[in-house]
């Protein structure tokens, strides 16, 4: 075909594609979908700190959200860092960290000895320069724990030493870029709230040709093409014409890619839109064509892609359900040929497949799941079924129109995303089988007799500094939980380290019973003698869990002398099930226009009877043995009995800084 016919057939093909959709999947959005985004990005403050590939990214930030406002802090070499109070540094929302290649690089790797020793050597060195210029550079986040993102290094586009030498081999400066990311990722990893951005990954994606510099420009310049050389270059003989005539330049694409690339790291970290359950219909969704019709097509491409992306969500924590209208008796059957064996049907947490309406049956899948439209994701081929199930169950997200994008919009969205995988992720799963098969029993039991024969253990353990290993699984509770949550408030690894340093504890509640280990599904934010946050997961709920973690804090007090235990419970859209909480347990309201209750500790708790509470290897003294006493030492209050009053004022509404949004999310 000549260049022209091939121009003809390509023009036609895109006069054929929506431009929109197009544009939403390409160029600088290709790496990060928006399909999944409910709640807009908006009045971000950031702070970068770097060299002169950083120095475009206030103005970039700018043009993709006039809201977003940054600072720029130059440093080069090892220059100071310069010092920033406390009250500053809690403006920003998180930093970005660009660390000059140069400054850790020099000028002698192409001057070394011809040995892979006086290159490992080298390297040995650059990672102790590496390593000394990431501490002086991360005070913010090493004093104030400010979420930080660290962009690594751009991966030359060649060896150097020519196509045919040896890949994996230290003379070959991408290898030796390589191992640097390495390295550098796994500083970064010993940071706490500070993650390490790829940046190769999204140069790579792009096009390295059309982003990097190193095809000109020494490789440890490591920035993008420009026309900075032109200046220099008009009293040649034949002035050159500008870079960007040679070369196809897509800078600000790149800027722009990599800016979205760290923003959509923000939205995971703040768990906005997040998706907890993902629907699927089975013709022409999970596989191609209609199984009940013999018109299977094959699994190949796409669906295979599909399945294997289900699985993925699953190892994150996400979800899976079936609703589709089929034949239940021989979708079974045949299960394992029509998806080739490639996922099984255990896999999904619910199935309904029958011919209700879809709208009923996704309803039935959320109670029975106690999860929110707002969390779910329904795929689905038919445009008639999608529209019909936005219309009944607002909040719903729904995909099916495009099965090419649906691998990289559910793989691929921050909202699918997780900042930490933890164990309950992984086995959400298996815990949700376990909650029905505990319903299915449950409904034949009277409730009494049902907890009697439950077997429930809560074990009780105190956090006190964010290295905590629960503590990932317990900032997920505070962010994902709504329904029992009794102030909505979410958090950040910052705020929690500003609480912990102000003495503030956070419980953290662990349940297992005779269907299954639960994991941690609850967890308190306590002052004193004051209960400042309580959440517990929805798998947890009508068991008496909480009932029985409020008597032992009350137990723990009575112990210290405290007359009194306060509690905050805020309202919000979606928390109706925490609101009998501290009523039924004997708080009072101090006024009604206050969120504050209180509770005389003259009137003894009534512990569930049901529940064996273990706190830190000991049984609660609930149960008739010795429990260790406060290691904070606190009476738990004034001598009056009155509440001390909370670092931050923790009466007062919560910050907007955060952006943090009541009722947003969903069970976790």
């Given at each position: ?12 093909r ?25 709640t807009?990005?908006?009045?971000l403050?950031?702070l ?39 009250e ?16 850790i ?17 080298f ?16 005070k ?8 930080t ?8 586009q060649?060896n ?23 390295f ?16 190769d ?26 026309d900075g050389?032109?200046?220099?270059d008009?009293n ?23 800016l979205?690339e ?20 089975l ?8 199984a009940?019709?013999g ?24 979800l ?41 049956n996704?309803?039935?899948?959320l ?41 990289r ?22 815990m ?29 353990s105190?956090?006190r ?13 505070f ?18 380290h500003?609480?912990?340093a102000?003495g ?33 997961s ?48 004997g ?19 009534v ?14 003294p609930?149960?008739?043995?010795q ?7 606190c ?7 009155s ?10 509404e ?15």
């Open positions: 075909m000549d260049s022209a016919a091939s121009e003809n057939t390509n023009e036609s895109m006069k054929e594609f929506d431009p929109s959709l197009f544009a939403l999947h390409t160029g600088s959005r290709y790496r990060t979908p928006i399909d999944l985004q409910v807009p990005d908006s009045g403050r950031f970068v700190v770097g060299g002169c590939l950083a120095q475009p990214f206030q103005e970039v930030a700018a043009m993709i959200n006039s809201d977003f406002k940054s600072d720029f802090l130059l440093l080069n070499n090892f220059d100071s860092f310069p010092e920033i109070s406390a500053r540094a809690s403006r920003y929302d998180f930093q970005i960290i660009h660390i000059p290649l140069r400054s690089f020099g000028s002698s790797y192409f001057r070394l000895p011809d040995d892979e020793k006086s290159h490992e050597d390297l040995g060195e650059t990672q102790d320069y590496l390593a000394h210029y990431l501490a002086g550079v991360v913010l986040n090493i004093e104030h724990k400010l979420l993102f660290v962009l690594g290094f751009m991966v030359p060649q150097q030493m020519g196509r045919l030498q040896p890949r994996y081999d230290l003379r070959n400066v991408m290898y030796f870029i390589e191992r640097l990311n390495m550098l990722a796994a500083e970064v990893s010993k940071l706490q709230n500070a993650y390490f951005v790829d940046i990954q999204v140069s790579a994606g792009i096009g390295k040709k059309s982003c990097q510099d190193d095809g000109v420009w020494s490789f440890t310049h490591g920035t993008t093409l420009s050389d032109r200046d220099h008009r040649r003989i034949e002035p050159p014409r500008p870079m960007t005539q040679h070369y196809s330049a897509r800078w600000l694409e790149f800027f722009e890619a990599l979205h760290i923003f959509a790291m923000h939205r995971t970290i703040s768990q906005r839109d997040i998706v907890k359950l993902v629907a699927v219909d013709d022409d969704t999970l596989w191609r064509g209609v009940a019709e018109t299977l097509g094959v699994l190949e491409g796409w669906p295979m892609g599909f399945i294997e992306t289900l699985l993925i969500l699953k190892k994150r924590g996400i899976l359900a079936i609703v589709s209208k089929n034949n239940e008796e021989f979708i079974r059957s045949n299960w394992d040929h029509l998806v080739q064996g490639r996922i099984a049907l255990e896999d999904f947490a619910v199935h309904k497949i029958n011919f209700k309406s879809k709208i009923e996704l309803a039935e899948v109670q029975e799941i106690n999860l929110r439209p707002q969390n779910t994701v329904m795929i689905d081929d038919n445009p008639t079924e999608r529209a019909s199930i936005e219309a009944g169950l607002p909040g719903v997200r729904v995909l099916g129109s495009h099965p090419y994008y649906l691998k919009i559910l793989l691929w969205s921050a909202e699918a995303q997780r900042c930490a995988i933890t164990e309950e992720s992984v086995r959400k799963t298996e949700v089988h376990a909650q029905l098969q505990r319903e299915s029993v449950r409904k034949t039991l009277s409730h009494e007799e049902f907890l009697k024969t439950l077997g429930l253990c809560v074990s009780l105190t956090l500094e964010i290295v905590d290993l629960r503590m990932a699984r317990t900032l997920e509770l962010n994902k939980t709504n329904q029992f949550n009794t102030t909505g408030e979410r958090y950040t690894l910052e705020e929690c500003r609480n912990f102000a503030r504890e956070v419980y953290a509640i662990e349940a297992k019973d005779r269907f299954t280990q639960y994991g941690l599904i609850g967890a308190a934010w306590v002052w004193q003698n004051c209960v400042v946050h309580l959440v517990m929805c798998r947890a709920l009508g068991l008496g869990i909480e009932d029985a973690f409020l008597a032992h804090l009350a137990n723990r007090l009575i112990r210290r002398n405290t007359t009194v235990m306060f509690a905050q419970l805020r309202p919000t859209e979606v928390n109706m099930a925490c609101r009998p909480v501290f009523s039924r347990n708080f009072t309201l101090l006024t009604e226009k206050s969120f504050l209750w209180s509770r005389s500790l003259a009137a003894p708790f512990a569930p009877p049901h529940v064996l509470l273990t706190v830190s290897g000991g049984v609660s609930q149960t008739g043995c429990a260790p006493t406060c290691p904070a030492g009476a738990g209050g004034s001598s009056d009995g509440p001390h009053r909370l670092p931050g004022d923790v009466f007062t919560v910050s907007s800084r955060s952006n943090r949004v009541r009722g947003l999310g969903g069970v976790a």
